[in-house]
């Protein structure tokens, strides 16, 4: 069984299936929040003794994993599946939990899917997968281990969440405190928030605790209460550039500069990587992905990218909100885009004979050189 997180019922019991479970996908506060439930579920909060919690990324004493040493002694499958495999003391089942799973070397995890069916079916093993890192797949699973878990238990996919996603995760939070949003608020909290669901959280409450109870929350409350990042501004910026809006850039930029006290050397950086951004999803665009689709599906766009990429961005609710000024700029706008920024740069460290230039004024020159 496959199931999405924001499929699962919002309270009551989460639907279940044999004993081995999997909480997958890169939203970690979705997934805490999910193993907290199924830990409430599957066991009483008071049975310390069939309870068992095991980190894969941790080291473990008395355990190996060279298959040379596990001749010797037991690996980790062997103490996941000892506990696992017990009969509970004085309580209706047992629980083991398994972080990082991932982590476990292939051949361990083949191992493990063995001895799923050894298990009673009084007993549950939940296995949680990790962060991963930032910009890359995360790690899958060995075929046979994902395989006999779809078959016979449960897969939970928490991966982050579109702008669709948290717009209704946010109009339910609200709903459950007799509270709405009007669409234009909703849009800007998530622009401003994002749609991590700590930060949203965070700023949802916020909101709800100004307006209060039964209320509703307007675009002036959230301009009021939520900080107004640079990195929004930046994005407007570059709107105005892909439109060849000279004025409408500057406009944003003083506005950056005076208004959001921002120092020019810390716009500078964030407008490097809003470019690299914009090509790294042209790039993908002229592939023919499109946003809210899986960037990993274009191997050969991939394979055109930078080790460091931006795929975790692109990839997420940032989509959408990067592919309109892509589409917009051309090949040759974007190569003048990148002349232009590496002049700003030599301009305000006066490299290779450029004069110097106070950083204010390079930025307005790069702002109108962009829009040329």
């Given at each position: ?145 994902m395989k006999g878990i779809e078959k016979t238990g449960a897969v939970y996919d928490c991966s982050p969440l579109t702008e669709a996603d948290a717009s209704e995760w946010v109009k339910g939070a609200l ?193 109108v050189k962009l829009c040329r």
């Amino acid at each position: 069984m496959n199931i999405k997180y924001t499929q699962l019922p919002k309270s009551g019991d989460v639907p279940l299936q044999g004993s081995w479970l999997l909480v997958q996908g890169g939203e970690e506060h979705l997934k805490r929040l999910l193993v907290e439930r199924l830990r409430g579920q599957l066991l009483a909060a008071d049975d310390a003794f069939n309870f068992d919690l095991l980190d894969v990324s941790e080291n473990w004493e008395g355990v190996k994993d060279s298959a040379e040493q596990s001749k010797r002694q037991p690996t980790r499958v062997d103490r996941i599946l000892g506990l696992a495999q017990a009969l509970p003391f004085l309580g209706s089942g047992r629980l083991v939990i398994v972080r990082n799973v991932e982590l476990l070397p292939n051949d361990q995890q083949k191992k493990l899917a063995i001895g799923m069916a050894t298990v009673p079916s009084m007993n549950h093993v939940l296995l949680i997968t990790g962060e991963g890192e930032s910009g890359k797949k995360p790690a899958k699973l060995a075929a046979d281990l994902m395989k006999g878990i779809e078959k016979t238990g449960a897969v939970y996919d928490c991966s982050p969440l579109t702008e669709a996603d948290a717009s209704e995760w946010v109009k339910g939070a609200l709903s459950a405190w007799k509270q709405k949003i009007e669409p234009a608020a909703l849009k800007l909290l998530i622009t401003r928030a994002g749609t991590e669901l700590r930060r949203l959280g965070v700023e949802t409450e916020k909101l709800s605790s100004l307006v209060g109870d039964g209320n509703t929350i307007r675009l002036a409350d959230v301009e009021l209460l939520t900080p107004k990042l640079a990195e929004e501004s930046v994005f407007h910026l570059t709107d105005a550039v892909a439109a060849r809006n000279a004025k409408q850039a500057l406009t944003i930029l003083r506005e950056l500069l005076e208004e959001q006290m921002e120092q020019p050397f810390r716009i500078f950086p964030l407008l490097i990587r809003q470019f690299r951004m914009l090509w790294q999803t042209k790039v993908l665009l002229d592939a023919g992905w499109r946003p809210n689709g899986d960037p990993h599906s274009f191997p050969q766009a991939i394979a055109m990218l930078p080790e460091q990429n931006a795929l975790s961005q692109i990839g997420g609710w940032l989509g959408s909100r990067l592919a309109s000024p892509a589409r917009l700029m051309s090949w040759e706008q974007l190569a003048s885009a990148y002349q232009a920024l590496l002049e700003c740069d030599m301009a305000g460290k006066a490299i290779d004979g450029v004069p110097r230039q106070d950083m204010d004024l390079a930025l307005e020159m790069l702002c109108v050189k962009l829009c040329r």
